[in-house]
């Protein structure tokens, strides 16, 4: 079923490296795309509906759009570069062992949507859902095969040989002689982990913590805000309208049916071209991202001190992924 766009916790190729030898701790869920319903929300008090301008008419071109949060999360160019730099400083460690280990997977570029707006609102396009229903355009990455490294291979690249300690973590201390050459903290993935600025408020190369929590909770707001539902009541009377007993979209998006198949069935396709039809009618989306944009220019004012730490963090990051690129 199609995904919402939100926040991933961690860098793509440290999950794989770290897959690779058996514990994965730098991505949580998947391909990092959140279920229908949002991310889980971070606990809070319920915020209080704030006041919107003009609500514009949007459909798919809200992909074009840019929600409030955006500049302290990673978008998708900043993400790849990350992962790039994760590769590159994982393997050329890996080959100074006399290890020729390449990491596992690919980047999701060619999944993970160009915007965090493209499908955060669910199927909003008629034509490309009569095509692919509620199914991704593009299937994400498979997971890493293959066999895991052992022996001093996986003590390299992890830092550990304790089955108790978690590879390429602080806990893993390194310091084995291998090949002439003593293993850095955390191993080779450890020391990618650094040169990247991972961190654990940032999801070991992903996402800040604050920021992540602040999108869930603006994501959580909205959907339950009373503006948003007078859009969902029109558009599930848009769709009774034309057979479908759906109360929500994101009722719809969830439906079981769809589960289970690489490819859109005829009836998923047609019930998904009359959703989109419907949110059109209504304005489901411009009305969504108005009222979410809102949730989350409010966020950001009670902790615009803190998010301009995470800013900064980013532009830290980017600028150390860059020189282990270039080094």
């Known amino acids: 079923m199609a995904t919402p766009y939100l926040t991933r916790g961690g860098g793509l190729a440290a999950a794989a490296v770290l897959l690779a030898v058996g514990s994965l701790t730098a991505c949580s869920g998947g391909s990092q795309q959140a279920g229908a319903d949002g991310p889980a929300a971070a606990s809070a008090e319920p915020l209080a509906p704030p006041p919107i301008g003009t609500v514009p008419i949007l459909a798919a071109d809200v992909a074009s759009r840019a929600l409030p949060i955006d500049p302290y999360l990673l978008d998708r160019d900043q993400r790849g570069q990350l992962d790039s730099a994760m590769r590159m400083v994982t393997e050329r460690c890996m080959a100074g062992f006399g290890f020729g280990y390449h990491v596992p997977g690919g980047t999701d570029a060619g999944f993970a949507p160009a915007t965090r707006t493209a499908n955060r609102y669910l199927v909003s396009d008629p034509a490309f859902a009569a095509q692919y229903g509620y199914h991704a355009k593009v299937q994400p990455p ?109 009722d719809a998006n969830a439906d079981p049916q769809w589960t289970g198949g690489a490819v859109a069935s005829a009836k998923e396709r047609a019930t998904a071209t009359a959703d989109a039809q419907c949110k059109v009618r209504a304005n489901v989306v411009g009305i969504w991202f108005t009222v979410e944009a809102a949730y989350e220019s409010k966020l950001i004012e009670q902790h615009a001190e803190a998010l301009a730490a995470v800013k900064q963090d980013i532009d830290r990051r980017m600028r150390m992924a860059a020189q282990a690129i270039a080094s």
Do not use: H
């Not at 002689?177 to 191993?187: A, D, E, L, M, Y």
């Not at 994501?219 to 503006?227: F, L, T």
């Open 142 to 250: 498979a997971p890493p095969s293959g066999d895991a490294p052992t022996g001093a291979m996986a003590v390299a690249l992890g830092g550990t040989a304790d089955p108790s300690v978690k590879p390429g973590s602080k806990a893993a201390t390194g310091g084995q002689n291998i090949n002439g050459r003593t293993v850095p903290r955390g191993g080779c993935v450890g020391e990618a982990l650094d040169r990247t600025g991972a961190s654990e408020q940032n999801g070991n190369g992903g996402d800040d913590r604050l920021a992540r929590d602040l999108d869930a909770q603006a994501w959580a707001a909205s959907k339950a805000d009373s503006r948003v539902l007078a859009a969902f009541r029109s558009w599930s009377d848009c769709m009774k309208a034309q057979g479908y007993a759906y109360g929500t979209p994101i």
